[in-house]
């Protein structure tokens, strides 16, 4: 998936080639420049509601309006556009700034609700003026388009028209980048939301795409953790989801360890060592999670108990007077088959395209530089399995909120676990001690979590890879940390937001009199 930088990008590369290329129709480019200046705009109105437009945002939208205006001054002296198109490049470059619109857009609900962690690092004034800026750099390239075109027009009056075209965008990108030095580069990283929808695995996945179909297996959970976080989801994550995402989890944190196992083969000692280590981090974290999962063994999600004790067979008079009942069939969670998807992913790597947790043999591992060479560098291949502890740990924030949303559904047949009362029952309801000891795990997983995913991104830097998404994310999980509801999350004393004390209806007033004797 395109990424905001990467859009940007690809517009400022479509408006150099207009730029530089003869215009055959002047009429038809300077429409399709028009369009661009319509579409430039678009991304500086995106989130007036959440925080205010700057001064500087302003001034940009204000002198790219006069340059639409100029230009539309141009075409009305131009004779009518033919019927052939022209100007390609700028149709591609406003189709790219549009694509910038829709991935903002994608991180909100139809109600302005936000949809993902990320949608928070969008409403700083840092994250306006980085689009600010990047519109600004856009801007000037939109001034070249101009200057081209007033440089092929033979009428001068269009010319002239052109030409404040020019000077006005080329004002605008002036002061649109003097004005954004604090501009937050992170947001570039940015990525379009994908619904928590899952896309299972194919065996005809190449192992080059491997790492891409990673990444949005993890955009999709890092949605699904934010949706139970804040209770935005419909599908709520029952306690068989959460002991399967957990153990489903586990197995990605190992085979990614694996797969950084068998390519630290290839490479010289030094190199391999920092392999190991991760792969070490990984198997720790794995630990985290099985742990988790563990802690719900022998007790039930009576909505949902996919995941339960081995139950007796029926006895024949239970069978005869008909009192059998059959336990009922659920749908999972889409973030547990996302999270099986990404597992069976990270298997392809290490194990071929073939490979399934279902199989009973394990099959013979890929060679480390077949590996090496599917994720492009150790590098690549770092920054590839970064994304799944650092999605990780926002599951294991958000798996706390759905415990205590289950809590009403659980039973246990540990009679040291059950609350007291229905003694004639196998399964009572849990007691809160062990409502407490379901979400207590989670706890550990986060800083291991935090653990892989530092160790992968030292990997990454050694070997000249950026990995921009890390600091997006970063920013991500501090806000994730800051509205948490969990106690736990951080100390009180650090937390960067004071709880407010909520609004109590006001109580009427009785006003007591002496009665006269």
């Known amino acids: 998936m395109a990424t905001l930088d990467e859009l940007f990008d690809t517009a ?10 003869p215009a055959p129709d002047r009429a038809a480019t300077a429409g399709h420049l028009d ?35 100029a230009l539309q001054s141009a075409q009305r002296l131009l004779p009518s556009p033919g019927a052939i198109p022209a100007g390609s490049h700028l149709l591609d470059a406003s189709a790219a700034v549009e694509a910038v619109r829709d991935v903002i857009q994608s991180h909100h609900g139809p109600d302005r609700v936000p949809l993902s962690a990320y949608a928070y690092a969008l409403s700083t004034g840092p994250a306006h003026h980085y689009l600010t800026r990047r519109c600004a750099e856009l801007a000037w390239g939109a001034a070249q388009v101009a ?77 699904a953790a934010f949706e139970t976080l804040h209770h935005r989801s419909a599908h709520r994550m029952s306690g068989s989801d959460l002991q399967q995402l957990a153990r489903w989890t586990a197995m ?10 068998r390519a630290a083969e290839e490479l010289p000692e030094q190199a391999a060592a920092g392999l190991r280590q991760s792969a070490e981090a990984l198997r720790e974290s794995a630990q985290a999670w099985q742990k988790s999962a563990t802690a719900w063994h022998r007790i039930v999600d009576t909505a949902d108990p996919r995941s339960h004790p081995k139950l007796p067979a029926p006895g024949y008079e239970v069978v005869r007077r008909g009192e059998v009942v059959r336990l009922p069939q659920v749908l999972p969670h889409p973030s547990t088959v996302i999270a099986r998807t990404a597992a069976v992913r990270v298997g392809q790597l290490l194990y071929g395209a073939e490979w399934r947790p279902e199989l009973t043999t394990r ?13 492009r560098g150790p590098g690549a291949l770092a920054a590839a399995l970064y994304r799944l502890p650092a999605t990780g740990w926002q599951l294991a924030l958000a798996a706390p909120q759905a415990v205590s949303r289950a809590r009403g559904g659980l039973v246990t047949d540990v009679f040291e676990h059950q609350a007291p009362g229905l003694k004639d029952h196998r399964f009572r309801p849990i007691a809160p001690q ?14 291991a979590e935090q653990a892989s995913a530092v160790s992968l991104l030292d990997i990454a830097g050694q070997a000249g890879v950026s990995v921009p998404r890390a600091l997006l994310d970063a920013t ?27 609004l109590r209806p006001p109580q009427p007033q009785v006003l007591l009199r002496r009665r006269r004797l």
């Open 363 to 375: 099959p013979d591992p890929r060679k480390g530089a077949a590996i090496l060479a599917d994720a």
């Open 252 to 261: 990605q944190r190992l085979l990614a360890g694996r797969v950084l196992l």
């Open 147 to 223: 200057s081209s075109l007033a440089r092929d027009t033979l009428d001068s009056s269009a010319a002239a028209a052109f030409a404040d075209v020019r000077r006005f965008l080329s004002e605008a990108s002036v002061f649109g980048r003097d004005g954004t030095r604090d501009a937050d580069a992170a947001v570039g990283a940015l990525p379009l939301m994908l619904p928590v929808d899952p896309v299972q695995a194919d065996s005809a996945d190449r192992p080059q795409d491997v790492p891409a179909h990673l990444a949005e297996d993890c955009d999709r959970l890092s949605r």
């Open 35 to 69: 369009l661009f200046l319509a579409a430039l705009v678009e991304p500086l109105a995106l989130d007036e509601v959440d925080t205010p437009r700057s001064a500087v945002t302003d001034d940009l939208a204000f002198h790219v309006g006069r340059a639409s205006d």
């Open 12 to 21: 400022g590369d479509r408006l150099r080639t207009a730029a530089a290329a």
């Open 434 to 447: 062990q409502l407490e000891a379901l979400a207590a795990p989670y706890k550990a997983v986060l800083p």
């Open 476 to 502: 991500a999980h501090r806000g994730l940390a800051a509205t948490a509801a969990q106690g736990w999350t951080q100390p009180r004393e650090a937390t960067a937001r004071p709880v407010q004390p909520r």
